[in-house]
């Protein structure tokens, strides 16, 4: 008897165990229909496709034991998947949920916002309350998904019984949380929602049984001018073994990661890897400092295969033990082949970082060549790594690291492929001079024929959810972002882009957010040597009426 989780076999449920273990709460695992039975508090989280949750729970025989469950009056809670598959249906996937909110999931509408819903926002109470037993808080949760519950009491009035919280995003208002009798579901991850997120998770089940006044609609939610969600800031970590077999967080200064010779140093360093901290420590450090989101990039050459890679699985895990914000894992993610001649595909190795606490992973080299053979056969293939893992876990999984360079050309003369994508010098500097931005691959080592807006064309058709624009011109110089690249990428999809490559100060990020569309920054170095700290951002950025998440 206790508190069960249900892991339908897809998506990081390891972060919500983690966070039940910070809390000090003891759970064991639904394995078989008959646990069940043993069940006095169930919780359903995941992150994915409506279709994969439904159909995993139907092949292992669970979807009616969880029915019956839910209709046996005990406690039970959803979390995003966890939640939708409460609902009749979703237009993600033909088979049906399961049934007990009478409304359907819908996509989002992409025409004024990026889609997926990533990021930080609001959850709006439908009864606001002053009990302390309640467990949402006004404070701002961790969201990611491309479909919704959308707020309509004139269409569904019998699911408007259910709502709990409403949130805007771009001009459309949707569902966030649900409650009624036993059961209580957030869209949002409080497992992912830092201190607020661990707070309503303990709330709620120290006081699952929690009653609110129900009989009157206090507040009629509205569409406000503006929604609310937050611009991000993202601390990234490139890691990889130092010349002692030691990974190390290390940065590059345009992607060199070796150490220069320097004259006034008794220390010879010259040549050695960059090594600016441990990775778990450091990552501990910025979620403490209130990092929005962490990246860990393997920027390591595989001895033998990512699944191999125990010391890195090991350092995802750790680091999982200690955030709990969103972390993106990179590199490898990709087919392999291991030295005994196993075949690993990227869908395995992606699996394998989500369920070591990964909440999404990070594609580089693998998204050009997956792009190559989109533009050459007109269509994808299936078999790439960004439409396998986003067709199983869903694109909000999958994010796109590009690495593009600037090729310049005459401005007066050029007339090659690339000249509806030329951008013009706009500084004293740069009068005069024209470029396009190519695509790079293997750390910006080999350069390939594709541009920016190819790629990132190719990538949001092919699935992914995010993409991660790097500058190689930019990286290591501090003089701010690339702008023109950022503005580039922004007017050609409608996934959400993240800022990299060229932070210096905290005006950078100013800068970036009031003249760009990005949805988040994201900086290392500044970081790691602490030339910049996070909450100096965020001041700066509330200061000037920027939307931040304040930790």
Not at 24 to 48: E, Y
Not at 105 to 128: Q, T, Y
Not at 403 to 430: A, F, Q, S
Request: proline share 5%; glycine share 10%; with cysteine.
């Amino acid at each position: 008897m206790g508190l069960y989780l249900l892991d339908y076999g897809a998506g990081n449920v390891q972060s919500l165990a983690n966070s039940l273990t910070r809390l000090g709460h003891s759970f064991k695992w639904i394995s078989t229909p008959a646990d069940f039975d043993n069940a006095t508090i169930l919780i359903f989280p995941g992150v994915g496709a409506f279709g994969s949750a439904v159909q995993s729970l139907e092949s292992r025989g669970l979807r009616e034991p969880l029915l019956k469950y839910i209709q046996s009056g005990r406690p039970f809670m959803g979390i995003c998947i966890g939640m939708q598959i409460l609902f009749e249906s979703s237009t993600e996937a033909s088979c049906s949920g399961l049934g007990v909110i009478p409304c359907p999931i819908e996509e989002f509408d992409s025409r004024d916002k990026a889609v997926p819903h990533i990021g930080w926002n609001s959850a709006d109470l439908i009864h606001p309350t002053n009990n302390t037993a309640e467990p949402i808080n006004p404070v701002h949760y961790y969201f990611v998904h491309s479909f919704c519950a959308k707020y309509n009491p004139e269409k569904y009035p019998a699911a408007t019984e259910w709502v709990h919280s409403t949130t805007q995003y771009g001009q459309e208002l949707f569902i966030s949380s649900v409650r009624k009798g036993n059961v209580f579901g957030t869209q949002f991850h409080p497992e992912k929602s830092g201190t607020a997120g661990l707070t309503l998770l303990d709330a709620w089940l120290r006081n699952p049984d929690f009653e609110f006044d129900s009989t009157t609609l206090r507040v009629s939610p509205v569409l406000k001018p503006v929604h609310g969600l937050t611009k991000r800031i993202v601390a990234c970590m490139d890691v990889r073994a130092n010349d002692q077999g030691d990974l190390v967080v290390t940065k590059g200064d345009q992607y060199d990661v070796r150490e220069k010779a320097d004259p006034t140093s008794a220390v010879a360093t010259a040549g050695q890897v960059r090594n600016l901290g441990k990775p778990v420590a450091l990552a501990a450090r910025y979620f403490e400092q209130g990092a929005d989101e962490l990246c860990l990039l393997n920027i390591t050459s595989f001895r033998h295969s990512p699944l191999q890679d125990q010391p890195m699985l090991a350092v995802v895990r750790a680091a999982a033990e200690c955030v709990f914000v969103p972390l993106t894992i990179g590199g490898g993610i990709k087919d392999t082949v291991d030295p005994d001649g196993t075949k690993r595909s990227a869908l395995q190795v992606a699996g394998a970082y989500f369920r070591a606490g990964a909440d999404k992973v990070s594609i580089g080299s693998e998204a050009v060549y997956a792009v190559e053979r989109l533009r050459a056969a007109g269509k994808g293939d299936g078999t790439s790594a960004i439409e396998t893992i986003a067709r199983a876990y869903g694109r909000q999984a999958v994010v796109v690291s590009v690495d593009p360079r600037r090729v310049y050309v005459d401005p007066e003369t050029y007339d090659g492929p690339y000249k509806d994508e030329m951008v013009t010098g706009r500084t004293e500097k740069e009068k005069g001079k024209a470029w396009w931005y190519q695509c790079t691959v293997s750390g910006g080592r080999e350069s390939r024929k594709v541009s920016v807006v190819e790629l990132a064309r190719g990538v949001e058709a092919l699935g992914a959810g995010e993409i991660l624009v790097n500058s190689i011109d930019r990286d290591g110089t501090g003089l701010g972002f690339d702008l023109d690249l950022l503005n580039l990428v922004k007017k050609n999809v409608r996934i959400p882009v993240i800022a990299s490559s060229g932070a210096g100060s905290k005006e950078h990020f100013v800068e970036v957010f009031r003249e760009t569309g990005v949805e988040a920054g994201l900086a290392a170095g500044i970081f790691h040597r602490e030339q910049v700290r996070i909450v100096d951002v965020k001041d700066a950025l509330q200061t000037l009426g920027i939307n931040v998440r304040l930790a």
